[in-house]
């Protein structure tokens, strides 16, 4: 049976120059009418865990959340969705650094301007002040990272850097350990936690 995960691998394989036949027919078979253009998979982890907390199905909603591996990847995802491709209606989350990137993607592609919801430096770090350092350090406690944490913050570079900082680069620096802490930190966010560029980003879907 078709679901969203096989149409955003369709996607994922067209964006690589694959044929847009197969997810054009799985876009009519899924009823999708929006895509979430995200940079990431660490991002994609976090709106998936926001979305099922508020007790959402995104997919049944006709939503697909997709992960371009990069900002600089816009372009070709928008053009391939937006009004010359399968017509969907287009929202963005990026980092602030990544709003160019974004911009000028989506205006090549003659999208109507989305919401682009910016992040202040990166989703990682809007987290990160939003449970503050400490709780953070209760979850790397909880995951059995205390020793790598510890670690990491008697490097040389580390020394004097605010928590903050710390607890972000350190989330960076482990393959697939900012996917699995983007679902996490979400996770952990009391309702009046949640960083406004993705509580503006659920609300608007």
Known sequence: MADMRMFRDEVTGWAGSGSGGPAR???????????????????????????????????????????MGGAMSVGRYATLLGPSGLGLRLIGLCDEREKPFFDRGLNSARAPRPGVF??????????????????????????????????????????????????????????????????????????????TPLDDLLAGL
Do not use: M
């Open 25 to 67: 027919e799985l876009a009519e078979q899924l009823g999708v009418h929006t895509a979430v253009l995200l940079e990431g998979l660490s991002d994609l982890a976090a709106v998936e865990a926001l979305a099922a907390g508020r007790g959402r199905d995104l997919a049944a909603e006709g939503v697909c959340v997709v992960s």
């Open 118 to 195: 910016v992040c202040n430096a990166d989703l990682e770090d809007e987290l990160i002040r939003a449970l503050g350092p400490a709780r953070v350090e209760q979850i790397v406690q909880a995951e059995d990272e205390l020793r790598a944490w510890q670690t990491f913050t008697r490097q040389p570079a580390q020394r004097g850097r605010p928590r903050h900082q710390q607890l972000r680069r350190f989330i960076g620096t482990k393959k697939g350990r900012k996917i699995r802490y983007g679902r996490l930190l979400v996770e952990a966010l009391a309702p009046d936690q949640v960083p």
